[in-house]
């Protein structure tokens, strides 16, 4: 597989993992009350996991001969930083969700070197994994809505 075209996808994988919307909350943790423990939990579990895949990524590119470039956060996550936790709980499924398709279209890139594609669909699975806590998560804050 060409280098530079297996840096590209992993700068690609490591701008998802370091500038996703977890990443973001984790520097500027929106308002949350006390019985959304478990939904905070949630988020910080996804930004942990997150932070050992980006950095995985990042010595991956390196040994590569490439620089990391995560790139910078979307302008539009500012705007969320006076919402609740639990509303920005069906944002981060939403982005998640977008993330996972950017992470399968990496996985495809990288099918040429095959540690570097077993890498990428380790993230995927871990990140499907994410997605289906976060929605198991939504259901029970909807339920205490309900209630």
């Not at 500038?19 to 939990?41: F, I, K, Q, V």
């Not at 499924?93 to 950017?102: F, G, M, R, T, V």
């Amino acid at each position: 597989m060409n280098a530079s075209k297996a840096i590209l996808a992993l700068n690609r994988l490591l701008g998802l993992l370091c500038r996703s919307l977890p990443a973001y909350l984790a520097d500027a943790p929106p308002w949350t009350r006390g019985n959304h423990r478990r939904l905070w939990a949630a988020f910080e579990r996804l930004f942990a996991d997150q932070q050992l895949y980006a950095d995985r990524v990042a010595k991956a590119i390196v040994d590569l001969g490439g620089h990391p470039t995560p790139g910078p956060f979307p302008g539009e996550f500012a705007s969320k930083n006076d919402l609740s936790a639990a509303f920005l709980l069906r944002e981060a499924i939403d982005y998640l969700e977008q993330d996972i398709s950017s992470i399968e279209q990496c996985c495809v890139q990288l099918e040429g070197d095959s540690a570097l594609h077993a890498l990428a669909e380790e993230i995927l699975g871990n990140a499907k994994g994410h997605l289906d806590l976060l929605g198991e998560v939504a259901k029970a804050e909807e339920a205490k809505i309900a209630d």
